[in-house]
């Protein structure tokens, strides 16, 4: 198949209008005209991730986050993002990205976090919600009350994360939680609005963390890797189904050399 034709499934899975005006999501590598016979799925381009996709001879990585932010100044294969670039061009590996419209797409990366937490409705803490999007971040209730540190136990199971960090009192009882996927403390005064019981994200920085001590809203911080890793095996099978009912059949592999960049030793 053609670059092109998996782009315009990607763009149905996360319609690239509702990304964040300050993203850049879409092709970083290659060329829409490229052919496309086998794909990785994965949440960052790394060397690790470079090297299994060379391994497993994919033609495109769908990240979830750009690899580009900020303009090059220099391409040097040695160093930094060159040492990344040099790889993927070279053997002809494009890469395209789908950041802040799959994080409010339907089924999107926030969707997963909410259904992992066991909250079947929800509204957006940011943004409008359609058929198509669900906004940025959400807030819900519990089907009934449950203690913190179950929650937490819960989430460390189903997330396979082997410690989260609280802000606020460990004995309380949550029913109606704000969450927001990866670096969600820019939501800070959509949480407060909302005068949820716990607020779970990713990234919580100290001044956050004494922001929401302030307020008296209890933090979860449970990673920026662990809040979106999570949606890399549901977004290969439907990017799998989708290239199925087109009548093509191209292997969608998830990456297994990623791993969350922190570690508790
Ligand atoms: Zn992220």
Known sequence: MKLKQIIDILEEI????????????????G??????????????????????GVR???????????????????????TGTGRLLSPLLAEGISVYAAHTNLDVATDGVN????????????????GETT?????????GKLEAPRRLLKIVSDLKKSLKIPAVRLVGPKEKTVQKIAFCCGSGASLFADVCRATPDLFITGDLK??????F???????????????????????AERIRHAINKKGSRIPVHVSRAERDPFQLI
């Open 31 to 52: 060329s829409p005209e490229a052919e496309v016979s086998s794909i990785l799925v994965a949440l960052d381009i790394t060397e690790g991730v470079v090297r299994e």
């Open 111 to 126: 969707d997963r976090l909410g259904r992992a937490l066991k909250i079947t409705h929800w509204t957006a803490l940011q």
């Open 131 to 139: 058929s198509d999007t669900k906004g940025f971040g959400g807030v």
């Open 206 to 211: 100290y001044h956050d963390a004494m922001n």
């Open 213 to 235: 001590l302030l307020e008296g809203i209890p933090a979860l911080d449970i990673g920026h890797f662990a809040s979106e890793a999570g949606i890399r095996k549901p977004l």
């Open 14 to 29: 996360a319609p690239p209008q509702y990304a964040a005006p300050w993203d850049n999501s879409g092709l970083q590598v």
């Open 56 to 78: 497993k001879k994919v033609d495109l990585i769908v990240t979830h986050h750009p690899l580009f932010f900020h303009p090059l100044s220099r391409l040097q294969t040695d």
